[in-house]
C-alpha cells in the first residue's frame, strides 16, 4: 500500500454560519458599546463632580472598552471571510491578531491611570474627596457590567469566539474594577483619604492583568503554541480506539481562532490495501472532528511501521527501477505476462515483493515449488529487496 496518505485542510462554517456568527457577534458587541458609552460618560461626569479619582479611572476604563469594541467588530467582520487562495487556512487569526492589540490597549490605560493615582499619593493635597453621588454611579456600573458579561459569555459559547469570551470577561473585570472603587469611595468618605486613589491603582492593575492574558494567549496562538493537555489527552483516546489503529505518535495541534486543527501519524497493519488505509484514516479524521468540538479537521498521516524506531525507506529504488531489475531474472523462471499482481512493501528499509499468479501457470505441485524457489532466489539480485513471495490463485 501507499506509503502515505495526507488530507488537506479544509474548512466549512460552523453551525451558526459564517454569516449569522458575525450578525451575533456584531448584535452584543453594539449592545456592549452603547452601554459602555453611557456608563463611561456617567462614570467621568459623576467622578469628577463626586470628586472622586478611582471613580473617573473606572470611567476611562469604560471608555477604553470602546476602542476594544470597535477593534471586536472589525475582527469580528474580516475574521469570518470564508478562505481563498491567497488564505487557504481562512481569516481566523485576524481576530487572533485584533486580541493581541486589545491586550495591548488595556495594558497601557492601566499603566497610565496607576501612575497617575501615585503621583496623587505622594501629593496629599491633589486627593480627592468623593461623595455619596460617586459611590451610586460604582453600584449601577456593577450591575451593568456583570449583565454585559453573562450576556456575552452566552452568545461567545454559541458561537465559539475566542474574542467575545474575552470580551465578555473584559466586562466582568469592569464588573470587579467598580466593586474595588465602592470600597475605596466607602473608605474615604469615613476619613481615609488615601484610599481613593488606592482604589484606583487596584482598578489599573486589574485592568493591566486582563490586557496581558489576552495579549499573552492571543501570542501563543499566533506562533502556534498546542492545545492544553486535557484537550491532547482526549484526542489521544478518540484516535487509538480508532479500528485498525495500532498505534500513533508525532500528535501535533495548533489553534485557529476558535478553531483547533490536528496532525497525527498512525500506525496500521503494513499489508493493508491502501483503500483500506485510507478508511481507516478517513475515520480517524471523522471521529476527532465529531468527539472533539474545537477541532476543524485533521490531517492523518499512515504509517505501516513507526518511523521513529524503523529504518528509513526514503532512499530505496521506486517501484519501475525493482522491476527494471528483477523481471530478466524472473523471465528465466516464467512468462512475466502470467504475473498478475506485484505488490511492494516497503518495511524497515527494505522492499519485501509479493507475486500473485495463476493456478494455470504451474502443472503440478513440484512444478510450483520449483517457480517458488527460483523467484525467491531472484531477491539476491538486489541488496534493497529482502525477498520475493509468491502466491497461486
Do not use: C
Not at 467582520?77 to 487557504?88: I, M, N, Y
Amino acid at each position: 500500500m501507499g506509503h502515505n496518505h495526507d488530507h488537506h485542510y479544509h474548512f466549512v462554517p460552523g453551525e451558526a454560519g459564517d454569516a449569522a456568527r458575525f450578525q451575533a457577534a456584531k448584535r452584543v458587541t453594539i449592545v456592549g458599546a452603547v452601554v459602555n458609552a453611557l456608563l463611561s460618560l456617567a462614570k467621568v461626569v459623576v467622578g469628577y463632580i463626586g470628586q472622586s479619582q478611582a471613580l473617573i479611572a473606572d470611567g476611562v476604563h469604560s471608555l477604553s472598552d470602546l476602542v476594544t469594541d470597535a477593534m471586536v467588530l472589525f475582527a469580528a467582520k474580516h475574521s469570518s471571510r470564508e478562505a481563498d487562495e491567497s488564505h487557504p487556512y481562512g481569516h481566523a487569526r485576524i481576530e487572533t491578531a485584533v486580541t493581541v492589540a486589545l491586550g495591548a490597549v488595556l495594558i497601557l490605560v492601566g499603566l497610565g491611570i496607576s501612575v497617575d493615582a501615585m503621583q496623587r499619593l505622594f501629593h496629599p493635597e491633589q486627593l480627592l474627596a468623593p461623595g455619596a453621588v460617586a459611590l451610586v454611579a460604582a453600584v449601577i456600573s456593577v450591575l451593568a457590567k456583570e449583565g454585559l458579561y453573562r450576556y456575552t459569555l452566552v452568545v461567545a459559547r454559541r458561537i465559539r469566539s475566542n474574542l467575545l469570551r474575552a470580551n465578555a470577561w473584559h466586562h466582568r473585570t469592569d464588573a470587579a474594577s467598580s466593586v474595588v472603587v465602592i470600597f475605596g469611595v466607602v473608605a474615604t468618605m469615613a476619613g481615609l483619604p488615601y484610599f481613593d486613589a488606592i482604589a484606583a491603582i487596584g482598578v489599573a492593575l486589574m485592568i493591566a492583568k486582563v490586557g496581558w492574558d489576552l495579549a499573552w494567549h492571543s501570542v501563543r496562538e499566533l506562533v502556534d503554541t498546542g492545545l492544553e493537555a486535557d484537550r491532547i489527552e482526549a484526542i489521544e483516546r478518540v484516535i487509538v480506539n480508532v479500528d485498525g489503529v495500532r498505534a500513533m505518535h508525532m500528535l501535533r495541534t495548533r489553534r485557529m481562532g476558535q478553531d483547533a486543527l490536528v496532525d497525527v501519524h498512525i500506525l496500521v497493519d503494513p499489508r493493508l490495501s491502501v483503500s483500506e488505509g485510507h478508511h481507516i484514516s478517513e475515520t480517524v479524521r471523522t471521529r476527532v472532528i465529531q468527539e472533539i468540538d474545537e477541532v476543524q479537521d485533521v490531517l492523518v498521516h499512515i504509517d505501516p511501521e513507526d518511523d521513529e524506531t524503523a529504518a528509513p525507506s526514503i532512499d530505496l529504488p521506486s517501484r519501475q527501477q525493482i522491476l527494471a531489475a528483477l523481471r530478466p531474472h524472473w523471465e528465466k523462471i516464467i512468462s512475466t505476462d502470467q504475473i498478475r499482481q506485484v505488490m511492494l512493501h516497503y518495511l524497515d528499509g527494505k522492499v519485501a515483493v509479493e507475486l500473485i499468479l495463476p493456478m494455470s501457470a504451474v502443472g503440478d505441485h513440484a512444478e510450483a515449488d520449483a517457480i517458488v524457489r527460483g523467484l525467491a532466489r531472484s531477491a539476491e539480485a538486489m541488496e534493497e529487496v529482502s525477498g520475493v513471495r509468491v502466491y497461486f490463485t
